[in-house]
């Protein structure tokens, strides 16, 4: 095995020809991120694990001094536990199994989240003493795609909640979620003041208010302004709580792991009529695109190195699979001099690619590489 931890995805391009997707890890990228969010934020910042699992992103979190992880699953608990055994766990996914429970209870979690009254007495036994936060959700829009759908239950329901999580002598708590790649502060601002309401109806003094993750990553249109959103959250919540304001919680899964990762992947074939053949696409990484939309972020590369600069064609694009849907809807807007053999380089996708990429059909990435720089 050769080193390239001094690389970067370009040098080792050129060096290695990879044909199968190469996927690169900048453990520096990462650990700025956690820096820049436990600098900005104003409370608590945990990890939402399901964005990226891989133990080399839980290892870097916790060198970078994050003590607190939200986890969905036993498998995410035990993943966490690994990395770093003292850990705070999280456990944001209101819906539980009661062996899903008892795990829980094992593994110490100190954190629960309710979207249901009997589900909240499910677990009333298991979260003796600890936290547990009321999801709310709201008809509020900003995000690439919405996930109140799912989880959460109105302002009237979750005072109902909150009220019983106080009688069952549990510290209470309220979290939402605004929804993935939310790019509008506006959305945490309708949030704020809606658990403000919530807590007041019910007449509980909240100990902790949690903002959800949605926090967005660079994809296309410039780099996000999280400081901004980081304002409008601390506003928001001194204008709606005043003297009563809780202690704040934040658990970003993309915002934290997408730039530590870069994706390249290989140009298989390309038809006389334009389609191009990729040896990656929606069922390996490539999958948001299907889901939230292109990114602006990908270079073309010859296999020696060299950027590939003619006029941008946009192009039909197929992944690997025998599947006739795996195919990337809108296409990629491509160099007019990309050939077979060349490279796309996709900057940002640390998030919800390796985490969810299959081998189906015998395709996939590989383990990634770590460089230096991305
Ligand atoms: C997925 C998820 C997150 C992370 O969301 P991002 O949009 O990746 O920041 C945070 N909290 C909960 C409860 C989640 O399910």
Same mark, same amino acid.
Not at 17 to 39: K, N, S
Not at 84 to 112: C, F, K, M, Q
Not at 238 to 244: A, C, K, N, V, Y
């Given at each position: 095995?050769?080193? #390239?931890?001094?690389?970067?995805?370009?040098?080792? &391009?050129?060096?290695?020809?990879?044909?199968?997707?190469?996927?690169? #890890?900048?453990?520096?990228?990462?650990?700025?991120?956690?820096?820049?969010?436990?600098?900005?934020?104003?409370?608590?910042?945990?990890?939402?694990?399901?964005? /990226?699992?891989?133990?080399?992103?839980?290892? /870097?979190?916790?060198?970078?001094?994050?003590?607190? *992880?939200?986890? +969905?699953?036993?498998? !995410?608990?035990? $993943?966490?536990?690994?990395?770093?055994?003292?850990?705070?766990?999280?456990?944001? /996914?209101?819906?539980?199994?009661?062996?899903?429970?008892?795990?829980?209870?094992?593994?110490? =979690?100190?954190?629960?989240?309710?979207?249901?009254?009997? !589900?909240?007495?499910? &677990?009333?036994?298991?979260?003796?003493?600890?936290?547990? $936060? =009321?999801?709310?959700?709201?008809?509020?829009?900003?995000?690439?795609?919405? *996930?109140?759908?799912?989880?959460?239950?109105?302002?009237?329901?979750?005072?109902?909640?909150?009220?019983?999580?106080?009688?069952?002598? %549990?510290?209470? +708590?309220?979290?939402?979620?605004?929804?993935?790649?939310?790019?509008?502060?506006? +959305?945490?601002?309708?949030?704020?003041?809606?658990?403000?309401?919530?807590?007041?109806?019910?007449?509980?003094?909240? +100990?902790?208010?949690?903002?959800?993750?949605? *926090?967005?990553?660079?994809?296309?249109?410039?780099?996000?302004?999280?400081?901004?959103?980081?304002?409008?959250?601390?506003?928001?919540?001194?204008?709606?709580?005043?003297?009563?304001?809780?202690?704040?919680?934040? !658990?970003?899964?993309?915002?934290?792991?997408?730039?530590?990762?870069?994706?390249?992947?290989?140009?298989?074939?390309?038809?006389?009529?334009?389609?191009?053949?990729?040896?990656?696409? &929606?069922?390996?990484?490539?999958?948001? %695109?299907?889901?939230?939309?292109?990114?602006?972020?990908?270079?073309?590369?010859?296999?020696?190195? $060299?950027?590939?600069?003619?006029?941008?064609?946009?192009?039909?694009?197929?992944?690997?699979?025998?599947?006739?849907?795996?195919?990337?809807?809108?296409?990629?807007?491509?160099?007019?001099?990309?050939? !077979?053999?060349?490279?796309?380089?996709?900057?940002?996708?640390?998030?919800?690619? %390796?985490?969810?990429?299959?081998?189906? /059909?015998?395709?996939?990435?590989?383990?990634?590489?770590?460089?230096?720089?991305?």
């Amino acid at each position: 095995m050769r080193d #390239f931890s001094m690389t970067d995805p370009v040098s080792h &391009i050129r060096r290695m020809q990879p044909d199968h997707p190469a996927i690169y #890890f900048c453990p520096d990228v990462l650990q700025a991120t956690a820096a820049r969010f436990r600098a900005g934020f104003p409370g608590l910042v945990t990890y939402a694990v399901k964005a /990226n699992d891989r133990p080399e992103v839980l290892a /870097n979190l916790v060198a970078a001094g994050l003590e607190a *992880f939200d986890v +969905a699953s036993p498998a !995410e608990m035990e $993943a966490v536990r690994r990395a770093a055994p003292d850990a705070a766990l999280h456990y944001n /996914n209101p819906v539980r199994s009661r062996v899903e429970i008892e795990t829980a209870r094992r593994h110490g =979690v100190v954190s629960w989240s309710v979207d249901d009254a009997g !589900e909240l007495e499910k &677990i009333a036994d298991a979260a003796l003493g600890g936290e547990v $936060a =009321v999801r709310l959700k709201l008809p509020v829009k900003g995000a690439a795609y919405d *996930f109140g759908s799912k989880f959460g239950v109105g302002p009237e329901e979750a005072a109902m909640l909150l009220r019983r999580v106080v009688e069952l002598g %549990l510290s209470p +708590a309220i979290t939402f979620h605004p929804g993935t790649q939310c790019a509008d502060p506006a +959305a945490w601002v309708s949030y704020i003041r809606a658990s403000a309401q919530v807590a007041r109806k019910a007449g509980v003094r909240l +100990a902790r208010l949690n903002v959800g993750g949605g *926090f967005p990553a660079h994809r296309d249109g410039g780099a996000p302004d999280l400081e901004g959103i980081f304002a409008a959250i601390g506003a928001a919540v001194r204008d709606s709580f005043g003297m009563e304001a809780p202690a704040l919680v934040c !658990e970003p899964g993309r915002a934290m792991v997408a730039e530590a990762f870069t994706l390249a992947v290989r140009v298989k074939s390309l038809r006389a009529d334009g389609r191009v053949y990729l040896n990656d696409g &929606i069922y390996g990484g490539l999958s948001e %695109l299907r889901d939230i939309g292109p990114t602006d972020r990908l270079r073309v590369i010859a296999p020696d190195g $060299a950027a590939r600069t003619g006029a941008a064609q946009t192009r039909v694009v197929f992944g690997p699979t025998c599947d006739s849907l795996d195919r990337l809807p809108g296409g990629l807007s491509l160099p007019s001099d990309t050939e !077979e053999g060349d490279y796309l380089v996709f900057a940002g996708m640390g998030a919800y690619s %390796l985490a969810i990429a299959t081998h189906f /059909n015998g395709y996939g990435l590989g383990e990634p590489v770590t460089v230096a720089r991305l």
